[in-house]
C-alpha cells in the first residue's frame, strides 16, 4: 500500500514509518531524547539575549528551505538539511535545538517523516549534521588564520560532509532493519554525493550574507576569528535588522515552494529503484498532508502551509529559547 509520503512533496532523508523495524526506531529515539536534553541544557547556559532572535529566523529559514527541492541527477531531487548552517552560525548545540523542532513539526504536523522514524529522522538530519558541521568546521576555520570569509568557504565543505554523514547514517538503519547492505549504502551515497553539492552552495551564500550584514551575530566565529572581524558592519536593532530579513527569505522561500522540483529525492529514488519503496506506511492521522491545506487546492495550498510552518517554527523556538532564559534567571525586562 503507498503512503502519503509518497504523494506530493516527499522531502530529503526524512524516514517514513515502515522503513525501519520498532527496535532500530527506538534505539534511535533513545538518543536523540539524550541529545536533545544535552541540546536544552547546554543552550541554557551559553544563550545570550541577541541569538535569540536569531534562532527563531534559522529556524524558519531552515524549514522554507526544506521546501524547494532542486534537482540533481536524471530524475532525482535533492533540498537543504541545514544542520551545518546552523551550527556555524549559532553553535553545535543550539543547532542540534533548533533542527530537532524544525524535523519534529514537519513530522507532527505536515506528516513528513514518520512518527516512529522520528527520533531517527532528528538524529540524522538534525544532531549528527550539527555536530559534524561544527566538529569538522572550527579546525578547518582555524587553518584560515581566523579570518571570516573563510567560515563561508568551510560551510561549504561541511555542509557537504554533514549530508554525506546523514545519508550514511539512514544506510546503516535501513540495513540494520533488513536492506541488503549492498542496496543501501552504495545507491545512498551516491546520490548524495550530488545532493551535498546544493546544500554546500546554499550554506555558502546563507553564510556569506550573515558574515557581510552581521558578522557580530555569528556565534561560532567567537574565539576564532580576530575582534576586528566581528565589527559589526550594519546599523539598526536587531529586529529591525537581520531578523526581519531572515524572515522575509523564509516567507519568500515558501512563495516560491510550488516552483520546488517534483522529481522525487534521494531516499525516495533510492528506495524506489532498489524495491523497498513500498514499506512505507500511511501515517495515522492528517493535519496538513504533504504541505498542504485539505480543502484548498494548487499552489495556494502549498503557500499558505508554508508560511504556517514558518511562522510556527519561529514562534516555537522563540518561546523555547525564552523559557530556557528564564530558567536560569536570566529573562530579558519587560
Known sequence: MESQWLDGLALGLHIPDGFLTTPVALAWWVLTVVAIAVAVRRTGSELDERQVPLMGVMAAFIFAAQMLNFPVLGGTSGHLLGGALAALLLGPWSGVLVMAVVVGLQALLFQDGGLLAMGANIFNMGVATALVGYGAGMPLLRLFGGRSWGLAIVGFVVAWLSVMVAALLTSVQLVLSGVPAAVAFPPMLFVHTFIGIGEGLITFAAIAFIIATRPDLVKSLAGVVSPAGLERRAGGGLIGGVTVVGLLFAVGAALASPLA???????????????????????PYAILPDYTIPGIDGSISTILSGVIGVALVFVLIYGITQAVRARRGDAPNA
Open 261 to 283: 522540483s517534483g522529481d522525487p529525492d534521494g531516499l525516495e529514488r533510492v528506495a524506489e529503484d532498489q524495491g523497498f519503496l513500498g514499506r512505507a506506511s500511511d501515517a
